[in-house]
Each structure stands twice: as structure tokens, then as C-alpha cells.
């Protein structure tokens, strides 16, 4: 008898897998299987618990009252033998290739036959494989086969891409009813108006002798009114397929007369009032806390929002000026991130930085952060005093033994750090800058509250990491055509020092936790497989301070606050290389991609009791070389920027620019 012994918990980590690898193996054994499906002229012997397991369709068959439930061979029809092998595959293994060659079939059936993984996951694959060749075809397949999320995704993709898949060779076989449809959509983007008559004129060459006669009603679409009178005559008025329409050569030669007689000045403000403008790439910058914002006028409650200086703008290269935009409705935000999505500016809010603040709570964040991280960012008591400039200097307090750890400035990453220990300064808030119409609109809210985090936006849907209070780098993603969040799968390394940008259809965290030094680290999620992996590459930069990325043709570039160098990381190559230095440092900004090139904002310190500069850098790719282009507006303390496009025209309203 065996007696005084302790209790063994015993788990053989290995026993799922080999599980299914034995039950694999035993469908070659007659004896131990106990259904087979026929499909094609072909046989496949498997076990109905498994298929019950994987398929709705098959446990509702197996377990009812139906024929089925008892034969020991159930014929499927209309079912591809190829495609059912790779399910019941997918059944034993856990394991699919999907591939162009298969996505269609393994959808249809897996539809068919209610695989819900498999269909998810090549739905999935469809809506990250859209781009220009693909959106209309994928449309319609998705269409036929009840995709809703894949026909929300590739229709958006052509509204706000229209200008590329009209090149397309799928484009010449649009239906003319989807073509009405795109055309009448208010959410179609074209940089001019004449990309419209370009794209109608080109669908009806394809089939002159059959469209034609469409030619008025989809000329009518393109809003011939908004089109200048030297491309009236000397385009469309010259074109044989207008002249070959009277009813068109007749509404474009009264639209033609109207203009002639309105004025100049006239002619302009409808221009700048139509409804489809001309769009050109701008930056957009939001502005948190400023230092020179007043801090005697009490409450901010208190105060006049209309008297509020504006916290939102753009920067137009082409005029090279800072124009007005809304303000973002919560003033002095700090923490915040910021990015651009289906051109519609998306805003994830951290906390508010009230001047009435008293230096104790910004000796407590301090010190919290100093300590725990909390925030992952320090602040000077020297420092303090920019934004309390009522308060003497003695009112801030010295402690020596941190001088070697606290920073002269608040370093609020761009990118992402560990949320706060409680969720006091953590919120849910999600906003919607509709560029279209110049209005901030809220959005459904976040899943989780966060602190600093990072966001980027991937195959027309946003992705929010980090700034939880979890002990793993929390993520999750919005989906703007449904306006729901949805889980995804964590990162696979803790991190509270990072940022993230898409590429090439993946998304990719770079970062390091907050200990000095300590080296950095590269993740990569693939959205189709919701999946991280972590990524070894040569040159990998050594530790950064508040890092950020942005991702140009297919190369990621990344700087950070504590140096000038600037890197870039080739994913096809897998290599890093530096590129040319920034001309000085850029705290608490952000990197942005406009027209092909990298603008740096952020502000710095120049020197110990020197001012707070707020230059903008502009990185040229072709030469290799950083140039000053501008100054941010104000002298913000955190920014966040993005790129949009948006007409100038609408805001013609400068920034008034403070002494930089």
C-alpha cells in the first residue's frame, strides 16, 4: 500500500498533437474509420467526430435525424474532390495553403459546407490580397459567394482607389450598373475631376458600339461643371466619342456658355464649394499641449473654446504654408496617436493636460514613470516650469540622486510604452476627422482603455498596440466599414518602447522595453494568419529612445528622439542600413510619408537655457539629403501627424505661425 506521497499533476505537452498525427495515420485503416465521403469519383475514409469537430454542416448531419448519421458513406455533391482533400486535411493537420489557385474553391465550399475557420481565414487572405489588378474581380466573386466583409473591403478600396484600377485590365469589364454606382458614390476619391471623364470615356472604347449610348448618363456623373472651360473645348469637345454623341456634345457645350458667363471670382467659389474636390497630399498635424499656451486664464473649462488657439492644421508643400483646420474638440491632449485611414484622420486618445495641474501631480508622473514605467516618460523639474510659468523656480523640488535619470524633457513616445498600473489616465476614445467635410465625428470606442500607444493602419483597417495595463503587448483592430473593434493575437516579446508601421501587407513593431540599452526588437504580424513572429536581421539599430517609422515604397525608415541618426530596413532583404543625419533632433513627434517624402517633426532644446525650436525636416529620397522645410505652427510639445488628401482650396485660412 502505497501511502504519504504528494499529488503529481502530469501533463504530456506533446498529447494533442500526437493525437491527431495518430488519428491521421489511421484513416489509411479500414477497421478504424467509420464514414467516407465521396466527392468527384473519389473516396475519402475519415472519422465523424473529427469532421463534427471542424464543421457545422457535419455535426448538425451526424448528429440528427437524417440517413447520413447511420451510412457509413455519404455522398457530397457539387463538391470538388481537390478541395474537400485539402479540408479534411486541414481537419487532421490544422494546417491550409491558400494560394491563388484554390482561394476561390476552398471559399465555395468551405461555404458549403460551414468550414467557419476555413472560410475566415481565406476571407481574410482575400481582403489583404486586394490592390488595383484584383479590387473588381474580387468584388464580384465576393459578391456571388455572400462575402460581406470582403465586398465591404474591395469596394472601399475602389472608391478611394479609382484612380488606379481604371488602369486596370479588369476594369474595361466593369458591369456599367457598378460603374453608375461608383460614380454617383459621395465617398469617391479623385485627385481631379477629369479622372472621372477619363475613367468613362475609356470603359465605353472597350465596347464603343454597345456603350455608346451609356455615354450621356455616365458623362453626367462626372460633374462636367467643376471641369475648367480649356479642358471642356480642348478635350472632350475634341474627342470622338463625344462628337460622336450629339446629347454629350450638347450638355458640354452648355456647360461651356455657363461658364463663359460667370466670373472669375464667382467661378471660384463654386469651385472651392463642389462637391468632389480637387485633392491634393498635404500634412496633417494635430498640436497637444503648446508652451506658450496661457496658463492665467484659470480652468481651461472655463474659457471660451472659441478663443482657444487652433490645435489642428496642414502643411501644403506646393505653397509651403500652414493653413487652419477644426480644432480637435479636447485640447492639450498628450499620448494620443494619430493616423491616416481610407483618408479619414483617426485619433486614439490618451489624457488631457490641464493647466490646472499643480507641479505635485507632474513630480507624481515623474516619479511613477521613473519607477515603473508607468508612462514611459520623464520629466525635468526645470522643465515643469514651461508649463507653470506663474510659479517661481523654487516652487519645483531638486533630487539629486535622480539627475542621472531624469531627462530634461517629457519624452512621450510617439510610438507605444506599457499603460498606466490603473487605468486613471487610460481611455477608450476613438475620432474620426472627415476630411470631406472638415468635422470631427466620435467612433465606436476601444475594446481597452490605453495610455501611450501606437497605431497604423493595414490593408484598410487600423491597428492599436500597446498602452494597457497587461503584462503583454496588447492589441486589437478597427474595421471602419462595420465601425466595430475586434481582438488580435498579442505580440510575441513584452515591449514598452516602440513603434509600428505596415509594410508590404504585414504589420511591423520595432522597439525595446524601457531600460536604457537594452537592444531592440522586431515583430511581424501577417493579418491573414493572425500570427507574430519575431524577425532577426543584421544591423539591427541599438537601443532607441521614443522610436518611429513610417513605411515608402515598400522600405521602412525609423528615427527616435535621442539621436540624429536616421535608419532604413529593407523586409525583402532583411537588412538595415543608415541614411544620411537629421540636422538636429525631434522630440516627441512623428515621421511621415508625403508624396514620396519623410517629413520629421518634433521639437528640441537648443542648448541648456536655450529656446524650444519646432523645425520640420523633409527627407529627400532621390539625393539623400534633410533640408528644413518649415516650422510647425505653434510650439507644440506633442504632436501628431499624418498625411491626407484633402483641396487646399477649402482652407484658405494661414496658421498664424509663433516665433519659432
Known amino acids: 500500500m502505497v501511502r504519504n506521497v504528494d499529488d503529481l499533476d502530469f501533463c504530456m505537452a ?8 495518430g488519428l491521421r495515420s489511421l484513416r489509411r485503416n479500414p477497421k478504424l474509420v467509420d464514414v467516407t465521403l465521396a466527392a468527384g469519383g473519389r473516396d475519402f475514409p475519415c472519422h465523424r467526430a473529427v469532421l463534427a469537430l471542424c464543421s457545422v454542416y457535419f ?15 455519404v455522398e457530397l455533391h457539387d463538391v470538388d474532390p481537390d478541395v474537400l482533400a485539402s479540408l479534411l486535411d486541414f481537419c487532421y493537420t490544422g494546417k491550409l495553403t491558400i494560394n491563388q489557385g484554390n482561394v476561390e474553391g476552398l ?94 470615356l475609356a470603359w465605353v472604347r472597350c465596347q464603343q458600339e454597345s456603350r455608346l449610348p451609356h455615354l450621356p448618363e455616365l458623362l453626367g456623373l462626372t460633374r462636367l461643371a467643376l471641369l475648367t472651360p480649356d ?25 461651356c456658355r455657363e461658364k463663359m458667363d460667370v466670373k472669375p471670382g464667382e467661378l471660384a467659389l463654386n469651385n472651392s464649394q463642389s462637391p468632389q474636390p480637387n485633392l491634393q497630399e498635404v500634412l496633417f498635424v494635430m498640436g497637444g499641449r503648446s508652451l506658450d499656451d496661457d496658463d492665467e486664464d484659470g480652468d481651461e473649462e472655463d474659457r471660451d473654446t472659441r478663443l482657444l488657439p487652433r490645435n489642428c492644421g496642414f502643411y501644403n508643400p506646393k505653397t509651403q504654408q500652414w493653413y487652419e483646420l477644426p480644432s480637435f474638440p479636447n485640447h492639450n ?54 508649463f507653470f510659468p506663474s510659479l517661481p523656480p523654487s516652487s519645483f523640488p531638486t533630487i539629486p540622486s535622480l539627475s542621472s535619470t531624469i531627462s530634461r524633457s517629457i519624452n512621450l513616445s510617439s510610438g507605444g510604452s506599457r499603460g498606466s498600473q490603473s487605468n486613471t489616465w487610460s481611455t477608450t476614445e476613438t475620432w474620426k476627422y472627415i476630411t470631406r467635410e472638415g468635422r470631427w465625428v466620435t467612433v465606436a470606442p476601444m475594446l481597452r482603455p490605453r495610455t501611450n500607444h501606437t497605431s497604423a493602419a493595414l490593408n484598410g483597417e487600423m491597428y492599436v498596440i500597446g498602452g494597457t495595463t497587461m503584462d503583454f503587448v496588447d492589441v486589437e483592430h478597427y474595421d471602419p466599414y462595420n465601425d466595430t473593434w475586434a481582438r488580435t493575437c498579442p505580440a510575441v516579446k513584452y515591449v514598452t518602447n516602440f513603434t509600428a508601421t505596415a509594410c508590404h ?19 511581424c504580424y501577417n493579418p491573414v494568419i493572425d500570427t507574430w513572429n519575431i524577425i532577426c536581421s543584421a544591423f539591427l539599430p541599438k537601443y532607441l529612445s521614443s522610436p518611429r517609422c513610417v513605411s515608402v515604397e515598400g522600405l521602412i525608415y525609423l528615427m527616435a528622439d535621442n539621436t540624429k541618426k536616421v535608419y532604413c530596413y529593407d523586409p525583402l532583404a532583411n537588412m538595415w542600413q543608415k541614411i544620411q543625419l537629421l540636422h538636429m533632433l525631434h522630440e516627441n513627434g512623428s515621421l511621415v510619408a508625403v508624396d514620396g517624402q519623410l517629413f520629421a517633426t518634433g521639437g528640441h532644446w537648443k ?34 501627424t499624418c498625411s491626407v488628401f484633402l483641396d487646399p482650396s477649402q482652407w484658405s485660412t494661414t496658421f498664424p505661425l509663433d516665433e519659432n
Open 14 to 21: 506533446s498529447h494533442p498533437q500526437t493525437v491527431l498525427e
Open 59 to 73: 455535426h448538425s448531419m451526424f448528429s440528427g435525424d437524417f440517413v447520413e448519421s447511420i451510412s457509413a458513406r
Open 107 to 200: 471559399i465555395q465550399t468551405s461555404s458549403q459546407l460551414q468550414f467557419q475557420a476555413v472560410r475566415a481565414v481565406c476571407s481574410r487572405y482575400l481582403q489583404h490580397q486586394i490592390d488595383a489588378t484584383n479590387c473588381l474581380g474580387i468584388l464580384e466573386f465576393a459578391e456571388v459567394h455572400g462575402c460581406p466583409e470582403v465586398v465591404a473591403k474591395a469596394w472601399g478600396f475602389l472608391l478611394e482607389n479609382f484612380e488606379a484600377v481604371q488602369c486596370s485590365e479588369e476594369f474595361p469589364l466593369l458591369e456599367k450598373e457598378r460603374l453608375v454606382a461608383c460614380l454617383s458614390n459621395e465617398r469617391l476619391q479623385t485627385r481631379t475631376e477629369s479622372t472621372r471623364v477619363e475613367g468613362v
Open 231 to 255: 479642358y471642356l473645348r480642348n478635350i472632350l469637345l475634341t474627342d470622338s466619342l463625344v462628337l460622336a454623341s450629339p446629347s454629350c456634345v450638347k450638355a458640354v457645350e452648355m456647360v
Open 333 to 386: 491632449k498628450y499620448g494620443y496617436a494619430v493616423v491616416s485611414l481610407n483618408n479619414e484622420v483617426y485619433v486614439t486618445v490618451f489624457f488631457s493636460f490641464s493647466p490646472s495641474f499643480s507641479p505635485s501631480h507632474s513630480l507624481f508622473i515623474s516619479l511613477s514613470s521613473i519607477h515603473a514605467h508607468v508612462f514611459s516618460f520623464t520629466v525635468t523639474f526645470s522643465a515643469l516650469s514651461l
Open 505 to 523: 501587407g504585414k504589420l511591423y513593431v520595432i522597439g525595446s522595453c524601457a531600460v536604457k540599452y537594452n537592444a531592440l526588437t522586431m515583430q
Open 607 to 640: 542648448g541648456m537655457e536655450g529656446d524650444y525650436g519646432v523645425e520640420v525636416e523633409v527627407y529627400n529620397r532621390a539625393s539623400n539629403c534633410w533640408k528644413v522645410e518649415c516650422f510647425l505652427p505653434r510650439l507644440w510639445f506633442y504632436s501628431g
